[in-house]
């Protein structure tokens, strides 16, 4: 094979050179606009990148420059302290934040100064949480599923003196712990020994099986115990948890499972306004189940705020059971319903099939919202 | 009105000679030397040659590619600058003087990249694939693939969509892990036949055909013979192509 060099082909090969390419002169003494080494600057622009004049060095100093300057500027959103105030560790974490329907953790970096402890996000200027160390009670850390599955985390749960609960976590969660442990010393504060965790809002789940993943869960339901010896039928409050296997009740007072079902001998659902307490009149949206236990078909009675809720999600599964075929989102490898999949997507990586009605619904609406700009 | 000196290349030797009326817009093309080197270069105004007008920035192109050809052929050695490179003056100070201060500056490390570039020329090579029918091919070789592209012949045409895709992203993998064991043969195989060589990015194309190597070669003049034998294996390969261009003064090289 012989080298060209008169075609169209190798005469672009031979200008990229002349463009990116040979020798190079100190800055000082060739032609520059605004400080840039000019090498054919609006020439080069449409045939290489930033990238090639840095991997030359040309640029170097320039680009420094530049960094300096963002530096600087970034400095101005710093967290503001209280006279006197010192910090003593940052760390990048984050921070349960739960209001109304908004519950998420919130990320950002944890300040611990000698007064206070505070999650600040540098970019929003926002202090997310903070509180005066000594309105710290306690401290407990415990390890809890990470949302990659598989992975744990510690999570520290700090009681104010109030005895309001706060999720906290870091990346070294036990390094914050001992940090503000060692400060409190240090100020003559004393935390409470062997605290007792109050109970968690949504209560724990630590009875899932393996590949056991809840699917709906919400605030507190009333369950109607069934009577049992000398004990006649009470309501008692817990939470419900539908998975991915089961219904089940966590009865909050005996901390354990109490109804347990699993989710294919669910028959049917039925919502009814239904007294709920012989002491009150006052009638009650009320969940009856009707599910298949060994020979004989069974209800049990759930109340509470999110009835409709529950019934929702509980007909769901009932329809859906044709099609629970599970596949595997083509992005991201999480397995899921296949009928859930091509419907609504994948919930982990937001994956859609071109042919759900999500996505025919989403391109429904932006055709509409275009026809209304151009009208 | 001030001077400056558009910097074409720098040369052994230190005789005072004109090149003739051939460098970019007509000018006449000279040498300015200092000690035992040789800067080729025109008069110019101390500002930089632009221009909207993609003809006329090609012409220059060409025209500094030229120039530094000539002085290629003349010396057999050259540095070659790129282009608008533009020695300007400053207050008190000629163009040439800030030319020849830089010279003596860099004297040393000048001369040594001269000694090192003797008789030698820089060459292009490109190596491309067609996707398509090395991805057909991959689809024959690959069990797993394989597999999964005869699945989707029994799927609905819900779930045949998503094992399409999945399929693609298991083909794109294993082209990207047969581009990775191509490209390491490859540079291992040109490697050695040449003197120097440089990775260059890859650049999109239009047509039907990807870029998978892009070098730069260093080599003897003469010895150009061996690398095409080299690379004509390459380009009989199903689905490869090769671009070999050259011979270039050594502008990667300097």
Redesign the interface.
């Known amino acids: 094979m012989e080298p060209s060099r008169d075609t169209h082909a190798t005469l672009v090969d031979l200008l990229d050179r002349i463009l990116d390419k040979g020798l190079v002169i100190n800055a000082d003494i060739i032609i520059s606009v605004a400080g840039i080494p000019l090498i054919g600057v609006n020439l080069r622009a449409a045939l290489a990148g930033m990238e090639t004049m840095l991997k030359y060095g040309v640029m170097q100093a320039w680009d420094e420059k530049s960094r300096a300057w963002e530096r600087e500027h970034r400095k101005k959103n710093l967290l503001s302290l209280i006279e006197g105030e010192e910090i003593a560790l940052k760390m990048y974490g984050s921070y349960y934040y739960s209001k109304g329907i908004y519950n998420t953790w919130r990320p950002g970096y944890f300040y611990l100064t000698n007064q206070r402890l505070i999650l600040y996000r540098q970019d929003f200027e926002e202090v997310t949480f903070q509180i005066p160390l000594e309105e710290i009670k306690a401290l407990v850390t415990r390890e809890e599923a990470h949302f990659v599955k598989g992975k744990k985390k510690q999570v520290l749960y700090l009681i104010d003196k109030q005895d309001q609960v706060h999720r906290l976590s870091t990346v070294e969660t036990d390094q914050l712990k001992d940090a503000i442990e060692q400060i409190l010393v240090t100020l003559g504060l004393s935390l409470e020994v062997s605290p007792v965790l109050p109970e968690f809002e949504k209560g724990p789940i630590d009875f899932l099986t393996e590949e056991e993943e809840v699917t709906h869960r919400g605030e507190k339901v009333w369950y109607l115990v069934p009577a049992s010896g000398i004990q006649q039928e009470t309501r008692r409050p817990g939470h419900l948890y539908l998975t991915n296997k089961r219904l089940c009740w966590w009865y909050d007072f005996e901390r354990k499972l109490v109804f347990d079902v699993p989710v294919d001998r669910i028959v049917k659902v039925n919502t009814e306004m239904k007294k709920t307490s012989d002491l009150d009149s006052k009638k009650e949206k009320v969940l009856d189940i009707l599910y298949q236990a060994n020979l004989t078909k069974r209800t049990s009675s759930f109340a509470g705020k999110e009835i409709d809720e529950w019934a929702e999600a509980l007909n769901g599964i009932i329809s859906g059971k044709i099609g629970e075929e599970t596949e595997t989102c083509p992005q991201c490898g999480k397995p899921a319903p296949a009928k859930k999949l091509l419907e609504e997507g994948c919930s982990s990586c937001g994956w859609v099939s071109p042919v759900s009605p999500r996505l025919k619904q989403r391109t429904e609406n932006r055709r509409q919202r275009t026809k209304k700009i151009t009208a | 009105m001030a001077e400056?000196r558009y910097?074409y290349?720098?040369v052994e030797g230190n005789k005072e000679i004109t090149l003739g009326d051939i460098g970019i817009g007509g000018s006449r093309v000279y040498a300015i030397p200092f000690q035992n080197l040789s800067a080729i270069v025109h008069n110019c105004l101390?500002?930089?040659?632009?221009s909207e007008d993609q003809e006329k920035?090609?012409l220059w192109?060409?025209t500094?590619?030229k120039v530094v050809e000539v002085a290629w052929e003349k010396f057999g050695t050259v540095?070659?600058?790129?282009?608008?490179?533009?020695?300007?003056g400053?207050e008190g100070i000629a163009p040439d003087e800030?030319?020849k201060?830089?010279l003596r500056?860099?004297y040393e490390n000048l001369r040594q990249k001269l000694a090192k570039l003797k008789d030698r020329a820089?060459?292009?090579v490109?190596v491309f694939w067609d996707p398509k029918i090395i991805s057909e091919g991959l689809i024959e070789t690959t069990p797993e693939i394989k597999k999964l592209s005869e699945e989707i012949k029994s799927k609905s045409?819900?779930?045949a969509?998503?094992?399409k895709?999945?399929l693609e992203?298991l083909l794109k993998k294993e082209m990207e892990k047969e581009a990775d064991r191509y490209f390491k043969d490859f540079y291992e195989q040109i490697k050695r036949c040449v003197d120097q060589i440089k990775v260059e990015?890859t650049k999109k194309l239009e047509e039907d055909k990807q870029m998978l190597l892009n070098l730069?070669c260093l080599l003897f003049k003469g010895k150009?013979k061996i690398l095409?034998?080299e690379?004509?294996k390459i380009?009989h390969l199903k689905g490869f192509s090769?671009?070999?261009?050259?011979?270039?003064p050594p502008?990667?090289f300097?």
């Open positions: 400056a910097l290349c720098i101390p500002k930089p040659y632009k920035v090609k192109l060409t500094h590619a540095l070659p600058l790129g282009f608008d490179t533009i020695i300007k400053d800030n030319l201060k830089w500056g860099d820089e060459f292009g490109q045409k819900g779930l969509y998503m094992y895709q999945k992203n990015k730069s150009s095409g034998e690379l004509e380009e090769v671009r070999f261009t050259g011979p270039w502008y990667s300097v």
